[in-house]
């Protein structure tokens, strides 16, 4: 698999036009607790749907000078000049304030004056409306526009020429700006139909690449992208190329009713059991899928906002502490042996089924990441008055679950496990029971299991509780495993090994598995797209059924693209090159730099590689026609130029310094951190700020010396990869040094070979070129 980030389009991405104004990029934004979205009717509509909980409650429509949210190739242009046009539109709306009342819906115009200064203009929309405060025609010309209240006496000009956005707002017909909770919840709407936008300033460029089909899968989570159109979602996942199932997780904060309580608001299933303006989104969702040819799976965890939640349905530890996770404001965790919480959490993805059920969907559901929590500390989260309640006599005092536990805490463990797998079956079955006909038997189920906490090294017996063996197959139809922790921190070499003790606790064979890579939780850690990249390759070659990423927000945000096809360039055979025919190889290392000499002699350089690139030439060992029918069947197995091969470079093939016997202290591979077990294998080339390091993906079998701070170890496995797995991690700041023989990946240069008989015995040299390819894992 190909990969590469795309910091912006380039003008020939932008192959397409857009009306500025167009229905499926606006978004809607809002203050917790209420909840709004966004849903495109039609080319030219959208409907707002929201739901109040606050007398000060407020949604905004929201159109941006800049496309922020879309990736880079399928962008809309940044063109801050809104003059010379003209926006109309039908506005409907109940349930909100209505055009003609005091606070009615608002333009707001966020940019700068013709100064420079930065300003907001407040834009009465009634002041530009034709019919009623609930169904009117509204015509703006943005080379005429007021804010104020009252024209013309309060008329304050609007200069469109540097605007970010705009917004229209939505409040609750009680809204007069006091604070204050609203006796019930109330339910909003408000549609624009008939858009046109016209004028010099009416059109926009937009990226309309369409990439090509990759195997690679996409996941995306309802809470990054509420407030996009589900229209926007589905367009960027098929013009990236992603097909198939999409995995999607309803999140863990948006898509509840709530009730109010002492000052908060709680989950509640009042009216229903979603949210208005979830149900609208995820229904529109469900049907653009359809219409794109996509699938959905569909993600409920046992994560719910803690805000929002019950507090008797908390995991909880010995001191009553709640599980509480590690985002800000943090989610909680619901406990398996809580009727309630698992009652209502068996409504909610009945609520989902339901939705892709009526589109026409096949369903497909996953349990994400159920688990008891561990707070800090070693404080398992398993002590909440339900599961006290559940576990009896077997409920024993556990101080810390790291580390070694004797048999009353394994005990209790292993209850826990069997509560937890009882809790996921049921929630399956009700997803199943809803879909009826429309489950996807025998793809249905799926499972989603975090390793880094579920096989956590420091707490061993910990997996008796969340990797039960209730789950063991054919519980599931699919083992989903996810590892993102492990991969961004470099330590993705330990997936091999995690994958196979999954295996073996639950059954599951790698081909019945599939696989989530990433994510890149800040834009600063672009870099960690690479580690990414290769652990999706890695499992792909593993065999895995499928292979996702996560996910959109993220991958649209960095300009990340993945393409299939690169496998076929880099095909490689892991073989060796006829070690006696290479020996008397001629080798050249090259580099490639950009000369560009001004007239005075001046010269501008730039280096476009980071590593050499090495060429060979192993004509001069053939010697024999023992030789020439060696190299002849080699080529033809190579198929010539099409796939790769080791080779053994006959003056820089060890570690060592003098190009002698590897030594365990040779090369400086890192530093541990307590943590880390994987290290990369490397030879460093000068010194100083020169210095220049070589990745070595082909360690010679069986050659590998490995030291820890200066003692030599053999307590470490070389993976396939060409990375030294230690047992143990590292501790901190102990160096971790190597050394080994190694291979070139190279390929025949040429599609031609050509060794005569005479050639040789006349003492002329054959030419056999050969080129080194990039290492392709």
Known sequence: MGWALVAKAEPHHRGSWVKRFDPRFWTVDFARPMMASAVTMAPDALRVDAVFYNRHDLAGLIWEAEDR???????????????????????????????????????????????????????????????????????????????????????????AGDVDRMFISLVPPAYDGSAGVLAVPVEGWAEMSGIACSGSGSVLAIGDAVLPETALGMTNGYDDCYHLTPARVVRQIVQLGYRGDVVHYVGMSHYMRLEPLGGGHYVSLTGGTLASPCAAWHAALAAACRDAGLGIIWSLSYEVFDAYCWNDWKQRDASGAPALTGWEPPSTLLSPANAAAMGYLQLVARAFVG????????????????????????????????????????????????????????????????????????????????????????TGSHLLVFLPTALDPDAPELRRANVPLGWATPAFDVLQLEDYDWVTAGRGAETAGARTAMTVRLGYPVAGQHYFAGFVLNAADRAQWAPIADAADAARRAGVARAFVWALPQVARDGFVSFDGEDEVQAFDPVDFPLAIGREAVAATEFSTQIISSPAGHEQRASEWAEARMRYDAGPGVRSEADVRTL??????????????????????????????????DQWLGDGDGVRRGFSLVKRYGDGAAVQERRIALPVAGSVRVSVAGIETAAFVVTEAGEV?????????????????????????????????????????????????????
């Open 69 to 159: 949210w879309d990736h880079p190739l399928l962008a809309y242009e940044t063109r801050r000049d809104f003059r010379n046009m003209q926006l109309s539109f039908r506005w409907r709306s109940g349930g909100v304030k209505p055009l003609d009342a005091l606070h009615g819906p608002t333009l707001t115009i966020e940019g700068r004056d013709a100064a420079g200064n930065p300003r907001a203009w407040y834009v009465r929309l009634w002041n530009y409306a034709a019919g009623s405060g609930e169904d009117a025609v509204v015509t703006l010309d943005f080379d005429a526009l007021d804010g104020g209240f009252a024209l013309p006496g309060e008329a304050d000009p609007v200069w």
């Open 355 to 442: 939705l892709a059920r009526d589109a026409g969907l096949a369903v497909k559901f996953q349990v994400g990441e159920p688990w008891w929590w561990t707070n800090a500390g070693g404080q398992l989260c398993a002590y909440d008055a339900a599961t006290s309640a559940a576990l009896g006599a077997a409920s024993v005092a556990i101080p810390d679950v790291r580390g070694p536990q004797d048999g009353a805490v394994c005990a209790m463990l292993d209850a826990l496990g069997a509560l937890l797998a009882t809790s996921t079956a049921a929630l399956v079955a009700a997803a199943r029971d809803e879909a009826g006909a429309a489950w996807a038997v025998g």
């Open 632 to 665: 002849a069947d080699f080529f033809r197995a190579r198929r010539g130029a099409a796939r790769a091969f080791r080779f053994r470079d006959p003056f820089d093939q060890s570690s060592a310094a003098d190009g002698g016997l590897p030594g365990p202290g």
């Open 725 to 777: 797995l230690l047992d143990a991690p590292p501790p901190t700041g102990a160096a971790v040094r190597a050394g080994f023989r190694f291979d070139v990946p190279v390929r025949f240069a040429e599609d031609r070979l050509e060794v005569s008989r005479a050639t040789f015995l006349a003492g002329e040299l054959a030419s056999v070129p050969l080129v080194e390819v990039r290492a392709p894992w």
